[in-house]
Nanobody, 122 residues
Framework: VQLAESGGGLVQPGGSLGLSCVAS????????MGWFRQAPGKDREIVAI????????FYADSAKDQFTISRDNAKNAVYLQMNSLKPEDTATYYC????????????????WGQGTQVTVSS
C-alpha cells in the first residue's frame, strides 16, 4: 500500500487547511487510517485515527474540537480538516494505515506516507 498526502502549505494563524491522503495498491484490505505530525526537534505524535467504517474516531487532546478526520472508501482517501490553526500546529503531517485500529492508536503504522508540510505563520 502506498500513501500519498497532499494539501499542506502556509496558512495564517486562525486559518483553516484540509489535508488529503490517498491510498493505492492493496486497497481491498479494511485498514484503519490516521494522521500523525512531527514538528522540528520533536517526536512524532498522533493527531487522529479513524476506523475503516468510519464508526470510531480517536483524537489526540491537542486535536479535539479543532481537527476533524473523515474518509471516503470509494476514493481510498482519508482527510483531515484543520481549523483555528496556531503556530504550534506547524509540523510535517503524515498519513498512516494499519489493519488494526488499536495498533494505529499506539502509533504503530503498517504503512506511512512521505508527509506534507503545514506551516502556520503570519
Amino acid at each position: 500500500v502506498q500513501l500519498a498526502e497532499s494539501g499542506g502549505g502556509l496558512v495564517q494563524p486562525g486559518g483553516s487547511l484540509g489535508l488529503s491522503c490517498v491510498a493505492s495498491g492493496r486497497t481491498d484490505v479494511k485498514y484503519a487510517m490516521g494522521w500523525f505530525r512531527q514538528a522540528p526537534g520533536k517526536d512524532r505524535e498522533i493527531v487522529a485515527i479513524i476506523t475503516w467504517s468510519g464508526t470510531y474516531r480517536f483524537y489526540a487532546d491537542s486535536a479535539k474540537d479543532q481537527f476533524t478526520i473523515s474518509r471516503d472508501n470509494a476514493k481510498n482517501a482519508v482527510y483531515l480538516q484543520m481549523n483555528s490553526l496556531k503556530p504550534e500546529d506547524t509540523a510535517t503531517y503524515y498519513c498512516a494505515a494499519n489493519i488494526n485500529f488499536n495498533s494505529l492508536v499506539r502509533s504503530i503504522g503498517q504503512y506511512w506516507g512521505q508527509g506534507t508540510q503545514v506551516t502556520v505563520s503570519s
